[in-house]
C-alpha cells in the first residue's frame, strides 16, 4: 500500500458542519428536519467544542431571526434546514438581505410541495434563486456535487457573505447530506477579501452609533436609493462571482446542463454516451445565483441542442432557455416528488433526442 | 464488475447492522485510496423492518451513489434475498447468511456463496456481529479489498468509543472468511 490516504469517511452533512467549523462559524441555530439532522446533530457537539455557540431554537423562524443578531454582532454564523423549514425562514432572509448582514444559509433539499416526502429533490430551485421572501432582494446560492465540494464551497460560503454582506445560500440536497464518500479536510484559507465588519453592533462607547435596520420609511426617497444601492451591489456579484464547470463540451454536439448531485449522475451518462461515440457533453453550474450565463452561450454556439436534467419537473431549464436567448432547442428530463435520475435513464434520454 | 467498479448492496432486518457493515466496507476501501461511495436508506424504517446500505467501490469517478443493479449482494435474511435477488447483475454474486436463508434462490447466471453468518456470531457469543462474518466471506470470494484493510477499519470504528468490540468484529471477519463456501 502507498502512503496513507489523507482522506476520511463523512456524510455529507457531517463535512458541511465540518467545513464550518474550520471556516471560523461561531454560531448554529436550527430546528431539525430530515435530510439535514446530521448537522444540527454534529454541530451540537463539535461546535460547542470549537469554542462556538450552538443553539437548537425553538423554530426554524426562531434560528433565522437568532442569525440576525448573531451576524449584526459579528460573529460568522449558518443555519441549516431542508425545504419546507427553509420555507418557514423566508421571511427572515429577507430581512437579513435588507440589513446585509452576512450568514451562511443551508437547504438539504427533499420532495414537495407541502410537507412532501423526505427523499432528495431539488424542487426548491424558484425559491433559492428567484427569491423566496419578498422584495427585491438576491442571494448567493452555490450548489455543490460533491462531498468535497461541500466542504470548498462552504468554506467558501462564509468568504463570500463577507466580501459581499449577503447572505449565502447552500443548495444541496437529501442525496448528498445522507451520502458517505471520502473527503480531505484542506486547511481553511479564506477565498476573497475579507473586509472589516464596520457594521457590527458591539457598543458604541467612542464611536458613531451604527443602526442597522430595514424599515426605510422618511425620507421617501429612502427605499429608492437603498434599493439602486442593492442593484449595484447585486450586480457587482454579478460580474465577479458566475462558477461553472464544463466536462467534454469542447466537440459537444448536445450539451446537458444539471446542478448539484443530478450533475454528477448526469456525468456518467455524458461518459456512457461518449463511450458509444455520441459526442455529449456537461455543464454545471456552481453557482446558480449568479447565473453563469455567458458559459451557457459560449457552449450553446458549439453545440445544437442542449438537455437539462433536473430533479424537479422543470425550474432551471428557464435559466438555461434566458441564457442562451433560446437560441437553440432546450429538451428536459426531470424526476419531481422526491425521486432521484439514474445515469442510465439519462442515456434513454441522450439517445432519445441526440441528433 | 465493469470499469474496476463494483456495486454493493447490503440487506437484512433492521437490527442485523447492515448499516454498520457498510461503513466498515466504505472505511476500509477509504484505508485503501479508492473511491467510494455509502448511501444508507433512509426511509421511515424501524427496528424489525427491511434496511439496505449500498456501497460503491470503484478506481474511477462514482457517478451516483446508488444500485439498482447491483454486482454483488450481500445478503443477511430471506425476505432480503426475495427482494434483491432479481436485481443482481448478471455473472453477479449473492454472498448469503444460509442460518437465516432456506431458499438461495432460483437465478442460474449468478454466483453464490453461503457463510452460517449467524450460527458462527452466535458461537462466538455475540448474534449481533454476523454483519461482520458476512463480510469475511464476501472479501475471500471477491478479494475487491485487502483482508487487513477490513481489520483496520473495524478497529478505526470501534477504538474510541467501542474497544471492546474490536477484538470479537475481527474474530467475527476471520471467522467469515475461513468459512465461506461456494454454493
Known sequence: MSKPSKKILLKGNEVLSQAAINAGCGFFAGYPITPQNEVPEYLSKALPEAGGIFIQAESEIAAINMLFGASASGVRCMTSSSSPGVSLKQEGISYIAAAELPCVIVNMQRGGPGLGNIRAAQGDYFQSVKGGGHGDYRLIVLAPSTLQEIYELTMNAFDYADHYRNPVLILGDGILGQMAEPVELTKYRPIVDLPEKDFVLDGCKGRERRVIKTLLLQPAEALIEFNEYLKKKYAGIESELKLCQKYRCDDADLVVAAYGITARIAEGAVDMARDKGLKVGLIRPITLWPFPDEDFRAVAEQAKKLLVVEMSNGQMIEDVKLSIECSRPVEFYGTGGGWYPTSEKIMEKIESVYE | ?183
Do not use: C, H, W
Request: charged share 20%; glycine share 10%.
Open chain 2, 1 to 183: 464488475m465493469a470499469n474496476n467498479q463494483t456495486r454493493i448492496i447490503i440487506a437484512g432486518f433492521g437490527g442485523q447492522g447492515v448499516v454498520l457493515a457498510g461503513n466498515i466496507l466504505a472505511r476500509a476501501a477509504v484505508i485503501e485510496d479508492k473511491n467510494v461511495t455509502g448511501m444508507i436508506s433512509y426511509g421511515a424504517e424501524m427496528r424489525g423492518g427491511t434496511a439496505n446500505a449500498t456501497v460503491v467501490i470503484s478506481d474511477e469517478k462514482i457517478a451516483s451513489p446508488f444500485v439498482e443493479v447491483p454486482d454483488v449482494a450481500i445478503i443477511m435474511n430471506q425476505p432480503s434475498l426475495d427482494k434483491f435477488e432479481p436485481d443482481i447483475a448478471s455473472g453477479g454474486l449473492a454472498v448469503i447468511n444460509s442460518t437465516m436463508v432456506e431458499d438461495a434462490g432460483s437465478r442460474t447466471d449468478i454466483d453464490r456463496v453461503s457463510v452460517g453468518a449467524s450460527e458462527i456470531a452466535n458461537s462466538l457469543g455475540n448474534a449481533r456481529v454476523a454483519n461482520v462474518v458476512i463480510l469475511g466471506a464476501f472479501i475471500k470470494r471477491t478479494g475487491i479489498l485487502q483482508p487487513r484493510s477490513i481489520v483496520r477499519a473495524i478497529d478505526e470504528l470501534f477504538s474510541t468509543k467501542k474497544p471492546a468490540f474490536i477484538e470479537i468484529n475481527t474474530n467475527a471477519f476471520n471467522a467469515g472468511y475461513e468459512g465461506a463456501k461456494s454454493v
